[in-house]
T-cell receptor, first 113, second 111 residues
Framework: NAGVTQTPKFQVLKTGQSMTLQCAQD?????MYWYRQDPGMGLRLIYY???????DKGEVPNGYNVSRLNKREFSLRLESAAPSQTSVYFC????????????FGSGTRLTVV | QKEVEQDPGPLSVPEGAIVSLNCTYS??????FMWYRQYSRKGPELLMY????GNKEDGRFTAQVDKSSKYISLFIRDSQPSDSATYLC???????????FGSGTQLTVLP
C-alpha cells in the first residue's frame, strides 16, 4: 500500500526554469492538497482539489498552477521558478476534505538558484 | 491572529520525561482535532485523532481537548529519543475543505 507518492524527491532549478511536481494516491481519496513548508512558517496551503474536476487556491497560490488529472493524480507546476520558491513541497490526500485527516507524501525538496 | 496558535519551541527534555505539547484555537466551530508527527526530512504522519472534547489514549500518547477553553494538548509519557520530531496540531470544523494547522513544536528527547 503506497499511500501518497511524490516525484521527484529532490530537484535543483535555475531561476526562470519550469517544472512539474507529480503526486499520486492509491487510497481512492476524493481530496488532494499541495503544501509548502519553510523554516519558521509551518505548512502553507498552495492549492487544493476538493474533488475530481475542481481546484481552488489556498493561502499562497502565486507562481503556481495545478492540474487534477484524474482521481488519483494531482500535479503542481512552477511556470517560471524563483528563488523564493525554494522549499519543501508536500502533497496530501483525504477522503473527507480533511475531516478524517490527511495522508502526506514524503515531500519534494526544491532548490531554485 | 492565526486560527491555531502553537508554541514553536524548541523543546528539549531528558529521556523518560513527560512531555506536554499544546495548541490554542479561536474558532468554536472546530470539532475534529489531530496531532501529526513529522520526523526530519519526512512527511507528517497522523498520530492522534479526536472528535469533540475529552481524552484519547494510545500507548504512551494521550490527546486532550478542552472545547470550553479552546485548548488542545498532547501528552507523551516515558518519552524516548525516538519521539524526537516536530509535532503539529490540526483542527477541522467538519464543513471546511481543508485542515488548519499549527506551526509545529520541535521536540528533542535527550538520551
Amino acid at each position: 500500500n503506497a499511500g501518497v507518492t511524490q516525484t521527484p524527491k529532490f530537484q535543483v532549478l535555475k531561476t526562470g526554469q519550469s517544472m512539474t511536481l507529480q503526486c499520486a494516491q492509491d487510497m481512492n481519496h476524493n481530496s488532494m492538497y499541495w503544501y509548502r513548508q519553510d523554516p519558521g512558517m509551518g505548512l502553507r496551503l498552495i492549492y487544493y482539489s476538493a474533488s475530481e474536476g475542481t481546484t481552488d487556491k489556498g493561502e499562497v497560490p502565486n507562481g503556481y498552477n495545478v492540474s487534477r488529472l484524474n482521481k488519483r493524480e494531482f500535479s503542481l507546476r512552477l511556470e517560471s521558478a524563483a528563488p523564493s520558491q525554494t522549499s519543501v513541497y508536500f502533497c496530501a490526500s483525504s477522503a473527507l476534505m480533511g475531516g478524517d485527516g490527511y495522508t502526506f507524501g514524503s515531500g519534494t525538496r526544491l532548490t531554485v538558484v | 491572529q492565526k486560527e491555531v496558535e502553537q508554541d514553536p519551541g524548541p523543546l528539549s527534555v531528558p529521556e523518560g520525561a513527560i512531555v506536554s505539547l499544546n495548541c490554542t484555537y479561536s474558532n468554536s466551530a472546530f470539532q475534529y482535532f489531530m496531532w501529526y508527527r513529522q520526523y526530519s526530512r519526512k512527511g507528517p504522519e497522523l498520530l492522534m485523532y479526536t472528535y469533540s472534547s475529552g481524552n484519547k489514549e494510545d500507548g504512551r500518547f494521550t490527546a486532550q481537548v478542552d472545547k470550553s477553553s479552546k485548548y488542545i494538548s498532547l501528552f507523551i509519557r516515558d518519552s524516548q529519543p525516538s519521539d524526537s520530531a516536530t509535532y503539529l496540531c490540526a483542527v477541522h470544523s467538519g464543513s471546511a475543505r481543508q485542515l488548519t494547522f499549527g506551526s509545529g513544536t520541535q521536540l528533542t528527547v535527550l538520551p
